[in-house]
């Protein structure tokens, strides 16, 4: 699982509100342009000013901030009022830290100078909420840490696949604590995966309040951090994420939490801080569950983020992404430009974003990307957004722009195979992807139908063929264990793998998750509450009895899927007949040829460019390539 979180070492300043390390927060009015927001982010040759830093802003489309007081993205080309009246912005940082933007797009644009700085707090903050001091805490499952551990020393082969989805900074509270940051309070991010126990007490002393986000692999962790803020600090404490949305009484019960937020938390948590210390206000703020007279008091849920592209980057500057980038076996970096999944998959937890499918801008999409690629050179980008592909259009314009732009990094998707066609794989291959994860689940058809995943096996055969001949590398997810499944069921889905020939496959067993159709169906049936589990992808532990195998057939089930796949794929004959397929789809699409040799030319600049970074060390072996396509690159340089 990798990583991402934005340029701390050129981070702009300003002399009020340091943050955690001492370092003054810059003023928002500047952050849009300092941290290379959306298009429309940009400052223009209109030359109006911030009236809190004055310094030139120009016209915005509006949307990246939000005003202070509403909470909303201010409307039309209106940028909000800066909310550090007379904060300065230290212009020897803040010209380093908005270079690379200025570099690739040219210059003509506002400069940015020095303006007197004051010791004024934000006013728009009441006396309440001003200034506090916030730490978000992801927790992560022990015991999954600690089996991660001797399985990433003990298997190098697959080191990388499970250290890729098991260490990044976490995105949710990366852009919850941007949020904070735009409203004035300081914001420290501890990631459970990475950090021992001392600095995460060491951050509940320091803060005001806080806040703690699960999944419900890691409830039990995340409820004995609860309960340890409480007892031994006794501050306020906030659980938000998947298992709080759908079953709060496992920390408000265990006396773990104050409050529990439902669903997206970033309108709700700003809104508790403004009333942190007032509890006989908790019941008008919409989302959230707490214990009133001694009962569970749940108020309505509050509707999803409908434009995204109000929100602000995450918060990338509170991680040390260096550190993050060290740990993984293949470094990259992480990003999310949607939210959401229209399809109703019995097994997906829907609780949090019910079917409701939002996406940023194409604009700034390419502009968090391209800020990515030019403030980490990351070997990889890895896209979390739960189904990339579901807008074709947006695809393909995402595509254009950053061809466009003249961009090249590598990036990688999940999405569903069925949302696939020839034109978008070929534009998004040409722009850098060099991976797409579908969720395949089973080959066979009864079960596709139990599932509700709205696909056919032939789609899938259709899919296949069509990433084969563009020339994409692509993985399967399949999941094994459903109540209903039988023998006859695997072994389709191991025909369907065979035919297909993707090249990679993931298998996982089912793990009813609180929020789920299946785990309804099974709630009578399951040995104990998921909640006190702790399991991953990789690692799981037997829920409930199933009716057709026992726990060990459906291992060895997994490992046979496992076995077919590598016979179907990497022995020599099955590489030769990809290979034939790949210059047959040539010859039939001669635009194949064209694409093949831009891309190496593409590719091979950004291999310079990671060679020349701090993670160089990962294309060691490619320095025959680069050097092949780009001879006069000092690769030692």
Known sequence: MPATQACGAVKAQSRVAPDMAGRPRMCPGFSARARGGSGGDRLSSVGSRCPGCQKALGKHRGGLRRDPETGRAPPGNAFPPCRYPGVGIRSDVGVLRS?????????????????????????????????????????????????????????????????RDEIYPPLGISILAAELEEIGHEVRLLDDSIRELDELRAGMEWSDVIGISS?????????ELGKLAKEEFGKLVILG?????????????????????????????????????????????????????????ATPRRPLVKDIDALPLPAYHLWDIPEYMRLMVNPGVTAITSRGCPYACTFCDAEMTPRQYRSMSVDKTVDLLE????????????????????????????????????????????????????????????????????????????????????????KVRAGSKVNRQVGMYFKFFVLYGFPSEQKKDHVITEELVRETRPDSVCVALLQPIPGTEVYEELKPRLLQDVAEIEFHYWHSTETFKHPNFTYEELHEARDRLIKVHHAATKSLMPRVRRKLERAV???????????????????????????????????????DFVAQQVPTVNMNA
């Not at 999944?215 to 409820?223: C, D, G, H, Y």
């Not at 992807?433 to 139908?449: Q, T, W």
């Open 585 to 623: 789809a040539m010859l039939l699409h001669p635009e194949l040829i064209g694409d093949w040799f831009e891309i190496r030319r593409r590719r091979a600049r950004h291999l310079k460019r990671v060679a020349n970074s701090d993670w160089g060390y990962i294309y060691e072996e490619e320095k």
């Open 99 to 163: 270079q690379p933007l200025e570099a690739a797009r040219g210059a003509g644009e506002p400069t940015l100078s020095l303006a007197e700085a004051s010791p004024a707090i934000n006013p728009t903050l009441d006396t309440e909420t001003r200034s506090m001091k916030v730490v978000l805490i992801y927790a992560k499952s022990q015991a999954i840490r600690q089996l991660a551990a001797k399985i990433f020393a003990d298997q190098s082969q697959t080191k990388g696949e499970l250290a």
């Open 371 to 458: 800020h990515i690629m030019r403030t980490y050179n990351p070997p990889q980008i890895i896209l979390f957004d739960d189904l990339f592909t579901i807008q074709r259009k947006r695809v393909i314009a995402i595509c254009k722009e950053i061809i466009r732009r003249d961009l090249y990094f590598e990036w990688i998707c999940e999405s569903r195979v069925d949302t696939m066609d020839f034109e978008m794989l070929r534009w998004m291959k040409k722009a850098g992807c060099v991976k797409i994860a579908y969720g395949l689940e089973s080959g066979s058809p009864d079960m596709l139908v139990t599932m509700k995943k709205g696909v056919t096996p032939d």
């Open 241 to 297: 994420g998947p298992h709080p949305t759908t079953n709060p009484e496992f920390f408000l019960e265990a006396d773990a939490a104050d409050i529990c937020v439902q669903g997206e938390g970033d309108e709700i948590l700003p809104e508790i801080l403004e009333h942190w210390k007032s509890p006989e206000k908790w019941p008008e703020i919409q989302g959230i569950t707490f214990m009133k007279d001694g009962e569970l008091f």
């Open 215 to 223: 999944l419900t692999p890691n409830a039990r962790r995340a409820r």
